[in-house]
């Protein structure tokens, strides 16, 4: 081989070894790319907000809670540290503390618990492990340890129901009704 040939291959050989390390010092970083979230968390959190439903113009009922969180998709919520109130019909008002509760948008149910506490518009008071109201019977149900007492009467049961502001109740499971004297 030639001189002139050996001269040419070598810079060849050096011009593609420049190119070489030029390509590699020279590729553009990837930019960064946001982080796409694995999930996105679909629940929505208020502070001292209030549910309530309506029917016929009629307020069914009220929900006032410290704290809700509301599933964007379904609209259920939960509720923490809430006050309520239930309206009947014939304008007497069930009023209604818990620590806890649920509310379900698709049946419009609602299952309240953790130191349950009711009063009555009329007296009545009640207390209950936990409440449920059916929205399609227009039932109020305390469930657990249930006790109600109102003037010289106290009932106690294991579920205590009423579609009427609990002015009429039924009490299922270890039922104990007792009228006249202490109430306790």
Known sequence: MSKMRKGLIAAAIAAFAALVVWAVVT?????????????????????????SEERNGRKIWDLTAEHI??????????LEKLQ????????????????KGT??????DIVLSDNVEIKNSDGAQLTCDEL???AQKEILAAIGNAKAVKEDML?????????DGFNKIKISGKAHLRRGGETE
């Open 155 to 163: 009932a106690t049961g294991d579920r205590i129901e009423s579609s």
């Open 132 to 134: 449920r109201w059916d």
């Open 27 to 51: 590729v553009p970083e990837t930019p960064d790319l946001p982080e796409t979230p694995a999930e996105s968390n679909k629940t929505m959190s208020y502070d001292g907000n209030e549910i």
């Open 103 to 108: 509310y379900a948008e698709g049946t419009k």
């Open 69 to 78: 969180d509301v599933n964007i998709e379904t609209r259920d919520a939960v």
């Open 84 to 99: 309520g109130h239930f309206y009947a019909e014939d304008g007497r008002v069930v009023e209604v503390k818990a620590g």
